[in-house]
């Protein structure tokens, strides 16, 4: 069975690059939809790094919705199975195990303290690479579900949460059938679907401490290039109105 590393971008070559770096020795295929507003293309790189690592390049349109492009990232990725990430986000096949202690989320920019939270490094390491290989193998099942853990940097020593009691799973890892996609009207906050079923895809679940876990950067990018983050998430909200996403016409400063 392969399995193709799968990401929609638009002008993310800060964090694209360790994405693809992370994956280009585990994953069968590197599959990219260059999706920006109307068809634009990135203006800082991203189409240059893809193709730098050798990764299947398609172009598309985000105002066709996020259920529409990842569909699209399942049904084209060229592999029997895809692992859907964000440019952001990180999938390591071997690490450490990690032990996370103590309570209290972040709350965001205007919270004035930040979580109690203390990371253990354990001896073991988790071959997680092996075991998501492994689990694909069974024709039963049409979905996997990962933790994703949320970093404030890379050192992977400051969690936004404790992961193991504030978890976030989520159906990342998908068999590439025509009967399972991502409903094609939902434009935002879309979900995935096996037709036949109407419900989730079968999937299974993630060992505690096996995983498979993928690790989410996004406030060390958010921390690194000051505005990208919001200009996001101003362009999201329009796309949940109904709305089209705006072009950006130039890289920020850093990103040249």
């Known amino acids: 069975m392969s399995i193709a590393l799968a990401c929609n971008v638009y002008n993310d070559a800060a964090a694209l690059r360790g994405l693809l770096e992370s994956g280009a020795r585990y994953f069968d295929n590197l599959f990219i939809v260059?999706?920006?507003?109307?068809?634009?293309?990135?203006?800082?790189?991203?189409?240059?790094?893809?193709?730098k690592f050798g990764a299947t390049l398609v172009f598309d349109d985000i105002n066709k919705g996020f259920g529409a492009i990842r569909s699209r990232l399942i049904h084209d990725c060229g592999c029997d199975w895809a692992f859907i990430m964000d440019a952001d986000e990180r999938f390591f096949p071997q690490l450490n195990v990690l032990e996370c202690v103590g309570e209290g989320d972040w709350g965001g920019p205007s919270s004035p303290t930040l979580?109690?939270?203390?990371?253990?490094?354990?001896?073991?390491v988790i071959d997680q690479g092996a075991h998501v290989k492994n689990m694909i193998t069974n024709p039963e099942v049409m979905a996997i579900r990962s933790t994703r853990r949320h970093w404030f940097d890379f050192t992977m020593r400051k969690p936004t949460q404790n992961w193991h009691k504030n978890q976030d799973h989520q159906l990342r890892i998908v068999r590439n059938l025509p009967?399972?996609?991502?409903?094609?009207?939902?434009?935002?906050?879309?979900?995935?679907?096996?037709?036949r079923t109407g419900k989730d895809p079968k999937f299974v679940t993630q060992d505690p401490v096996g995983g498979?876990?993928?690790?989410?950067?996004?406030?060390?990018?958010?921390?690194?290039?000051p505005g990208t983050k919001e200009w996001?998430?101003?362009?999201?909200?329009?796309?949940?109105?109904?709305?089209?996403?705006?072009?950006?016409?130039?890289a920020p400063d850093d990103l040249r």
């Open 34 to 51: 260059h999706s920006g507003p109307g068809g634009a293309r990135s203006t800082d790189g991203t189409i240059e790094l893809c193709e």
């Open 115 to 124: 979580p109690n939270l203390t990371v253990t490094v354990k001896k073991d």
């Open 179 to 195: 009967e399972i996609a991502y409903a094609s009207d939902i434009r935002m906050h879309e979900r995935l679907a096996d037709s």
């Open 212 to 225: 498979p876990f993928h690790d989410h950067f996004h406030m060390a990018f958010r921390t690194a290039y």
């Open 232 to 250: 996001n998430e101003s362009q999201y909200a329009r796309l949940s109105r109904g709305e089209k996403m705006e072009v950006r016409l130039s």
